[in-house]
């Protein structure tokens, strides 16, 4: 990276005083980059004030398009290009092509989110994950701020997150 | 979430008595609509032509009074079978382990008190068609000398059934159904009202153990309910989806019920531990199930549809093009309203965690399912000679305000949450 980012990273021993940590230390108006912890949280993403994720829309849209794309293929294949009497049906016979319409919806969709959430989060198979601590993947849980984001200074913020609960305070450059 | 969440659980209900007189207002409506349709039908002249026209291309057509008994009979089933599924939902929430629907669990157990109220309308009128209704059978196979080689009447397919469908053997299923369901309904009850008083875990294991069985029975008898009570008005014609597909109707409109009785609740400053994550998720129950109602109505239809027997398709030609193209609309209708309204309405997050919306698509299912089953009754009952009117208006409100008034005072004898259900801080806690 051009640019080095610096951050501060807060270590909390438990999920009780980081969601409270996390809670107060945002209503102090400090910027909070992200926050690792081992185990899904209920409410943190509420707590750290994330905006809805848009991956339904995705999810949606990926779904149309196998549906649009299942029944396209479907009715101009037997019934426009190579029209066949199957079972005296009529030749682009839409109950029959229901069961791989909704197949097609499905794949598209489930295959279409899984890519979109791997790449929007960064999991895409070509990049580089950044492990802020590695303690995050055990038993801890792992405050990162923004040092830039941020109006106070280094010894402010780890001042903060010391009054908050943090264990111990580190920092990374990036 | 952040804070400990402290609600009061201590609710009653208690009916105004302008609701209980608003009920009472709308049964006598009910039942005076229904009395003058019938008086319509009787001397207006619409009934008559119907009648006059059928009778002269079969003799014996079914009257205008085939119609009565045949929305009767549909309403019966549909109340009926909603009520089974508040006893089945409470079913399934315990062999679930579920903690979320704690709060709202009173609702649903409310709704099983119409089962013996349903299920004793339903003998009767039954039994008042087999003994009153000479002309007018609901059942094909009840025909006198169906069963009977050299009758007139004699149907040797119908004959081959006779094992399954004979009058003591039919009529103890269904009182054998519905014995087992409020016996079930009301031991289940009666745990929940003790554990009230007394509080623990035991009478949570011993409802849980009990709803095990009870699911097993309950997926036994349903089918054979729908078999029974639906399918075998369309004596020749079978169909192995269709106890699926009647209990699959039955409980996405028990679904919308549970749902809109705890809006109504709700509004009116009731259900105060209940939050819109618990409507969240009854929306997501509705929505998926109208899928499921979908998947297998779809299912039946292919199969038909594909395989193209005349023993079966008659069913659906009845359906569709059937009678001058009476029902057409109707299948499209139903197909529109039970799968792409709420499909479509409570796709999103936000849908379901809105309380007028919630009403809007339960209205819609309850009301699109009532159409289901009357699609399913009335072509093999009344031949086409069914009719959308002041009978079938007052019919479903006579029968809508009976199952109100019963669940409501059913709702009304206990707390509106169980204070003492041992899940009920996971369920006020809840949050998606």
């Given at each position: ?174 | ?64 009074m085939m119609?009565i008994w045949a929305v009767l009979w549909q309403n019966a089933i549909f109340f009926t ?36 109220v349903g299920g004793a309308i339903i003998v009767v009128i039954f039994l008042a068609n087999y003994f009153l209704g000479?002309?007018d059978l609901l059942f094909?196979?009840l ?28 009529l103890?299923?269904m009182?054998?159904?519905f ?50 009570w639906?399918?075998?008005i ?143 009754i009335?072509?093999?009952t ?13 019919t479903?409100?006579s029968f ?33």
């Open positions: 990276m051009s640019v080095s980012k610096h951050f501060i990273l807060g270590v909390f021993d438990d999920e009780d005083v980081l969601m409270h940590g996390v809670h107060d230390i945002r209503n102090l108006g400090v910027k909070i980059q992200e926050v690792f912890t081992p185990y899904p949280i209920h409410g943190l993403d509420e707590n750290l004030g994330y905006k809805r994720s848009r991956l339904p829309m995705a999810a949606f849209l990926f779904g149309l398009t196998g549906c649009t794309l299942a029944l396209s293929m479907m009715i101009s294949m037997n019934g426009i290009d190579w029209p066949m009497n199957v079972g005296g049906k009529p030749n682009a016979s839409i109950p029959n092509f229901i069961p791989i319409t909704f197949e097609g919806t499905v794949l598209f969709a489930a295959f279409g989110m899984v890519g979109t959430f791997f790449v929007s989060s960064g999991l895409a198979p070509w990049s580089k994950p950044v492990i802020f601590d590695k303690r995050s993947t055990d038993d801890k849980f792992i405050v990162a701020i923004d040092l830039s984001k941020n109006k106070l200074s280094k010894d402010e913020l780890s001042q903060i997150l010391m009054s908050h609960g943090a264990t111990e305070v580190n920092e990374k450059e990036l | 979430m952040l804070h400990h969440i402290e609600v009061s659980v201590d609710e009653q209900l208690s009916l105004s008595s302008k609701f209980k007189k608003n009920l009472n207002i709308a049964l006598i409506v009910g039942v005076l609509l229904f009395t003058v349709g019938v008086l319509f039908a009787m001397f207006g002249g619409h009934g008559h032509e119907v009648a006059e026209a059928s009778e002269g291309s079969h003799g014996h057509g079914p009257s205008f119609r079978g909603i009520s089974a599924m508040g006893l089945f939902f409470v079913c399934v929430q315990y062999v679930a382990w579920a903690g979320w629907s704690s709060v709202l669990k009173r609702i649903p157990e409310a709704m099983g008190a119409f089962i013996p000479h002309h094909h196979w025909h006198h000398g169906i069963m009977e080689k050299g009758s007139e009447n004699y149907d040797s397919i119908i004959a081959g059934k006779a094992a399954w469908l004979n009058l003591p053997f039919y103890g299923r009182i054998a159904f014995g087992l369901w409020y016996f079930v309904w009301s031991k289940i009850r009666s745990y929940s009202l003790q554990e009230d008083l007394t509080g623990g875990e035991s009478f949570y294991h011993k409802s849980g153990y009990l709803s095990a069985v009870f699911i097993i029975i309950f997926a036994v008898t349903t089918p054979m309910a729908a078999w029974d639906i399918m075998s369309d004596t020749h014609w079978f169909s192995t989806m269709f106890g699926w597909y009647v209990f699959a109707s039955w409980w996405v409109t028990g679904l919308s019920t549970i749902c809109l009785i705890c809006v109504f609740l709700k509004e009116n400053g009731y259900l105060k531990a209940m939050n819109m994550n618990h409507f969240h998720d009854l929306g997501k129950f509705m929505f998926a199930f109208s899928i499921f109602w979908t998947y297998i109505w779809f299912s039946q239809f292919l199969l038909i549809f594909y395989a193209n027997l005349p023993e079966e398709t008659v069913y659906f030609i009845d359906r569709i093009r059937g009678f001058d193209g009476k029902y057409t609309f109707l299948l499209f209708f139903n197909l529109f309203i039970n799968f792409a309204f709420p499909f479509l309405a409570l796709m999103t997050r936000d849908a379901k965690r809105q309380l007028s919306m919630l009403k809007v698509v339960t209205i819609a299912i309850i009301i699109g399912h009532w159409f289901d089953f009357y699609l399913m009335m072509p093999g009344t031949k086409g000679t069914s009719d959308l009117g002041l009978i079938e208006l007052g479903a409100i809508g305000t009976l199952f109100i008034m019963v669940v409501t005072n059913s709702l009304t004898k206990a707390k509106l949450i169980p204070a003492n259900h041992p899940f009920l801080k996971e369920a006020i806690q809840h949050n998606i």
